[in-house]
């Protein structure tokens, strides 16, 4: 055996392990390209090698995982190799092969770890796991629980009009993405834990708590790329992080604290939950009934759930709302004849219809539903093909593949729709509509990982809808031109303009 120095020993292993590394990673490069069970799909070859390219293109390049599968569709076609094992398809077919409801395909962990809260609805990987929470949370967001609960959507639709009104005899313009991010926080945080932040009474909406969500956005995207970034976040302590990011970010920090200040006082004191003004996920989700003998939840999982539903619950309304009032208003004739129809259905204006009523009249369902069918893009969500592999658009797909396609593939797709670009409510009005929505109106997702708030979502978005329109002349100010570009973080975040308007109260 040689004798060599200790330090000329350890430089030989050190060299030794690097050599390794490299060897290995070359090896994987040559099988992700050659080798790789989706070795014959097309994309980029940096993609095919490794995810790191997908990282390269957002973080440092900028460019936004929606434009990024645009122009890959545009040059390799319709099913792409986006990263190693991931592929994303155009043809609005595959949407139905992958989110059905016959597919208990679990998520990709790689996407929902980006939240840091693996015990939380959203985020639970397994098929499994997530029915049974599901189970749990189901009741408080059903059909039957929303309409109980409306009036709680339309006090805070009542706060928010009342500001639109005083920012009008103030002379000013409304922010209108502000204001409706603000009414759908305090709509969700009523309804979830019975205490409203009253994010809408913020000077011009200048909500803390709004901008600080805005803040950790970006966080998100750097997540979803390494499971370190996670750590770091979960284990730099309070004080470092606060000095850390910016003064606005203070106002995450201060919800979770009140989010865990109640959890405690619940977990303490079981009793504050009968005295609640109406149920709240805690009634659920510490529900032994609800748990069918299954163990509780912990508190940290209880904490996780109820900051993933605030995020789930409030921009994604929001941005629904106000793309489609700035949609209407922008499109000729459309303002006018949903006023209308709202008229003859409300009178007095003091005497609001309920939901059930307004779910009912045909314009305001056009303009919903072709609202929705607009919303700007939103992320691929990730599915694991099972073990014995699937077939997507007509194409055999090995199991183990992470599958995904965006909805905007379906619902902005010409061959779906005609016309697909234009704000066109009538289409909604023809025979055949009520089909057309079923199978092509998929926003919410389908299948056992559907929106769990598409109640709650469909009942802020026609009563927001009703009482903005119904009680404002709304004109968008001529000297700024709304701008939808979009970074997608998970969720849509505007960068550019806000869409701002003069809401002049109607008479009666
Ligand atoms: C226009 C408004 C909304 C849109 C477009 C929307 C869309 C979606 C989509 C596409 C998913 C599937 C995500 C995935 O596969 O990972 C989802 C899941 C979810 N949404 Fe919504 N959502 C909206 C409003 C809401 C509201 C108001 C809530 C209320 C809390 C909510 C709570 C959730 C939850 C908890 C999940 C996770 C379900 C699961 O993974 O099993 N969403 N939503």
Redesign the pocket.
């Known amino acids: 055996m040689l004798d060599l120095p200790p330090s000329l020993g350890q430089l030989l292993i050190w060299q030794t392990a690097a050599m390794g590394f490299v060897a290995w990673c070359a090896w994987r490069a040559v099988y992700n390209l050659y080798f790789h069970p989706l070795s014959m799909f097309p994309g980029p070859r940096g993609a095919a090698v490794t995810r790191l390219w997908q990282a390269y293109m957002e973080l440092y390049k900028g460019i936004s995982l929606h434009e990024i599968r645009m122009q890959l569709h545009e040059k390799y076609g319709d099913v792409i190799r986006i990263g190693p094992n991931e592929l994303h398809f155009a043809n609005p077919k595959a949407f139905h092969d992958i989110?059905n409801a016959n597919n208990k395909w679990d998520?990709d962990h790689r996407?929902?770890r980006a939240f840091d809260a693996d015990t939380?609805?959203?985020?639970?990987i397994s098929y499994h796991a997530?029915k049974q929470?599901?189970d749990v949370?189901s009741p408080l967001?059903s059909r039957t629980a929303i309409v109980k609960l409306q009036d709680l959507v339309r006090t805070r639709i009542d706060v928010l009009c009342d500001v639109l009104a005083g920012q009008y005899d103030l002379g000013k313009y409304s922010d209108l993405n502000l204001g409706f991010r603000c009414f759908?926080m305090d709509?969700?945080t009523s309804?979830?834990y019975a205490r409203s932040f009253d994010a809408t009474l913020a000077p011009d909406f200048n909500s803390a708590l709004v901008h600080a969500l805005d803040e950790s956005l970006p966080m998100l995207t750097l997540n979803k790329y390494s499971q370190f970034f996670v750590w770091c976040m979960r284990n730099t302590p309070r004080w470092v992080a606060m000095r850390m990011s910016s003064p606005a970010m203070a106002a995450v920090f201060c919800m979770r604290d009140t989010l865990q200040e109640q959890i405690d006082g619940i977990l303490r004191d079981p009793s504050l939950l009968e005295n609640a003004q109406h149920p709240i996920i805690y009634n659920e989700l510490l529900s032994p009934d609800a748990h069918k003998g299954r163990p509780l939840p912990t508190n940290i999982s209880l904490l996780q759930e109820a900051m993933?539903?605030l995020g789930?619950?409030?921009d994604?309304?929001a941005?629904?709302l106000t793309t489609t009032v700035y949609n209407v208003v922008n499109t000729p004739g459309i303002q006018e004849r949903l006023h209308a129809e709202l008229l003859a259905a409300w009178p007095n204006l003091d005497e609001p219809p309920r939901y059930e009523v307004l779910e009912k009249l045909p314009f305001l369902t056009a303009i919903v539903k072709e609202g929705?069918r607009l919303?700007p893009g939103?992320p691929a969500?990730a599915?694991v093909v099972p073990p014995e592999g699937a077939i997507i658009a007509g194409i055999v797909i090995p199991g183990g593949a992470v599958v995904a396609q965006s909805?905007t593939y379906v619902q902005h797709a010409e061959s779906v729709f005609d016309g697909a670009n234009n704000f066109n409510p009538e289409r909604w009005l023809r025979e055949g509509a009520r089909a057309l929505a079923e199978s092509s109106l998929v926003?919410?997702?389908k299948g056992?990982?559907?929106?769990?708030?598409?109640n709650?979502?469909y009942c802020?978005?026609y009563l927001a809808l009703a009482h903005v329109f119904r009680r404002f002349e709304i004109r968008l100010d001529p000297a700024r031109q709304a701008d939808f570009t979009y970074k997608e973080h998970f969720v849509v975040y505007f960068t550019g303009e806000h869409v701002h308007a003069s809401c002049k109260p109607r008479e009666a």
């Open positions: 989110y998520k996407m929902y939380a609805s959203l985020c639970l997530a929470r599901r949370l967001f759908t709509v969700i309804f979830c993933v539903l789930a619950g409030s994604t309304s941005i629904a929705l919303f939103a969500f599915r909805f926003l919410f997702a056992p990982r559907s929106c769990l708030g598409i709650l979502a802020e978005v």
